[in-house]
């Protein structure tokens, strides 16, 4: 049928670049992947005239992709960051966390309190980056790094795996386009390095086409291709998740002392 044809013709014509040349086959498809999100971001910047109902939309696509790209075994969610002491962080855009071993808290409808335990990433989700936002990024990271978290012994079969130690929570900036005119360039690495450690904003994403992130072991700047920003942000990010392992094993007797009068 032409459908079938029609069909017929788009895979193969996928297959022969792929058979031609993976790499621009890959590039290709990861980059109409970016221009897809783009044009959904750009269309609530055009039709929805609440600017926070266009920020939950966005952060909605945001979330999406990021789902998209990372295993089960990770929630990628909006939340608030509370410890057993009852402290809580600021409203997270996105926050990436734990998904087999911690619940979440008191849910109700779209809002929850996620344990800072189980948290690996957060996220600010805003129209365009420049110093005010990159800012506003990490006073909400400082909100999160700062709370207590806990970390008991496990037991297995074998014996006991001691309590392990916290990671640094790892903390970023999505948005749609970057203010700065050479993208991530001198301007910004000039209010990035002033940035204190607590407040320090380890990667970032312009779906316009510019990604960042200090993943490397001397925490010096990588940068993503213009074209494929998006999908070198994620895979970038989801090498480093792989290497933070599994978050400590919470303390829930520390949550319970918490209720005790």
């Known amino acids: 049928s032409k459908n079938v044809e029609g069909h017929c013709s788009m895979s193969c014509k996928a297959k022969d670049t792929s058979e031609i040349d993976g790499k621009a086959f890959l590039q290709q498809s990861f980059a109409m992947q970016q221009a897809m999100l783009k044009t959904q971001l750009e269309m609530s910047s055009v ?11 966005n952060e909605k696509h945001f979330i999406e992709m990021i789902k998209r790209y990372l295993p089960d075994r990770y929630a990628v969610d909006t939340g608030i960051v509370i410890d057993s002491n009852g402290k809580t962080s600021d409203q997270i ?10 619940p979440t808290l008191l849910d109700q409808q779209n809002h929850r309190f996620i344990p800072a335990e189980s948290v690996y990433a957060v996220f600010e989700v805003k129209p365009h980056i420049d110093k005010v ?16 978290r806990t970390s008991v012994p496990i037991s297995h079969a074998g014996g006991v795996y001691p309590a392990k130690s916290h990671f640094k929570i790892i903390a970023g ?12 360039g001198s301007a910004f690495t000039s209010v990035h390095l002033q940035m204190t450690d607590i407040q320090h904003i380890d990667c970032g994403l312009a779906v316009s086409g ?39 094993a919470i303390d829930w007797n520390a949550y319970a002392k918490g209720l005790e009068t």
Request: negative net charge.
């Open 47 to 57: 039709s929805i005239t609440h600017n926070g109902t266009m920020g939950e939309v």
């Open 93 to 102: 855009d996105v926050v990436i966390f734990d998904n087999q071993y911690t």
């Open 133 to 148: 936002y990159l800012e506003y990024a990490g006073k909400k990271a400082e909100s999160v790094r700062t709370l207590h």
């Open 173 to 184: 900036i999505i948005a749609t386009n970057i203010s700065w005119t050479d993208n991530f």
């Open 210 to 248: 510019a990604s960042f992130d200090t993943f490397n072991d001397d925490h010096s700047f990588t940068f993503g291709p213009s074209q494929n920003a998006l999908v070198y942000f994620l895979f970038r990010l989801l090498q480093k998740l792989q290497s933070l392992g599994t978050v400590p």
